[in-house]
């Protein structure tokens, strides 16, 4: 689809939860698929992103919007594209664990052997480090285990003194629960390999940048931290704007990852081009 066959039309038009702006840098056809995602008119029920076994509704992908709680399902589709991009020896978790070990139940069988198969694409003691999104109180951070250097890693873009020991308690929890899902011969390398005791790893708190206290902005932090950390190794160099939800919602239609992708963006041409008839 060539940007040159998108016909102009007002954005502001169009009744949308979040406008694109000048300053996002939207091509033509990105343009189109922004105003699509965030169109009040169509149904939040449509799914738009399908990543294995993760799926996102527009209804989810709203929640990008500013000022917006961000969804679970935004996360595990950022985990899906991630894991599916990333060295074989990361491993990036769906949220579903992180509840499992919260709410004192058991995986499925059936949840248990996707994850194996899907995000736990290594032997434990071959794995680099462990990405999992963590949610307490209405709030999301991010916990990286670092198992060469035997490290919790706490990634918080609101850190709250009072807040912090129970956010740490939850990684231990967390971290104790893994241990579990490791047991057995079949994720280890060998007779040998030992396996990582990750709830015995000393934490580490990063000195990272702060969102501002009203912007429900943790979810999105969370997301880009997933996706630079991976690709830079460096969770300081970091920006959250409207720009940055924009971006993330329109990249996560439309790169390849997504197996809905080319017929959402036909969707959204020819969603424009109706509104410029």
């Known amino acids: ?11 502001y038009s ?4 979040f406008h694109p702006t000048v300053d996002m840098n939207l091509s033509g056809v ?10 009040r ?10 990543i294995g076994d993760c799926f996102a509704s527009r209804g989810a992908l709203i929640t990008l919007a500013p000022k917006e709680e961000v969804v679970d399902d935004v996360l595990n589709v950022v985990i899906r ?19 499992a070990a919260l709410g004192g ?29 963590m949610w307490c109180d209405q709030h ?3 916990m990286i285990i670092d198992i060469p250097r035997m490290k919790l890693v706490y990634l918080d873009s609101l850190r709250d003194l009072r807040e912090a020991d129970a956010r740490k308690t939850v990684m231990v929890r967390v971290a104790l629960y893994l241990e579990g899902l490791t047991l057995g011969k079949s994720l280890l390398s060998g007779p040998e390999a030992l396996r990582p005791r990750f709830s015995a790893f000393e934490f580490e708190e990063p000195e990272v940048p702060q969102q501002a206290g009203d912007s429900m902005d943790c979810g999105v932090w969370v997301a880009q931290w997933m996706i630079r950390e991976h690709l830079w190794q460096d969770h300081g160099v970091q920006n ?3 720009a940055t939800r924009m971006r993330l919602a329109v990249d996560l239609v439309m790169k390849s990852h997504n197996d809905l992708g080319e017929d959402a963006v036909s969707k959204a041409v020819r969603h424009w081009q109706q509104k410029a008839a």
């Not at 689809?1 to 954005?11: A, G, L, N, R």
């Open 1 to 11: 689809m060539q940007v040159d066959s998108i016909p102009k039309v007002s954005i």
């Open 14 to 17: 169009m009744n949308l939860v």
């Open 30 to 39: 990105e343009l189109a698929v922004a105003a699509y995602i965030f169109n």
């Open 41 to 50: 008119d169509l149904p939040e029920s449509e799914v738009l992103i399908d």
């Open 81 to 99: 594209m991630l894991t599916n991009g990333s060295q074989r020896s990361c491993w990036f978790l769906p949220t579903v664990v992180m509840q």
């Open 105 to 133: 139940r058991s995986l499925t069988s059936a949840n248990m052997t996707s994850i194996r198969n899907n995000y736990m694409r290594s032997k434990v003691d071959q794995t680099t480090k462990v990405y999992q999104p």
């Open 140 to 142: 999301w951070y991010l």
């Open 240 to 242: 959250v704007n409207n």
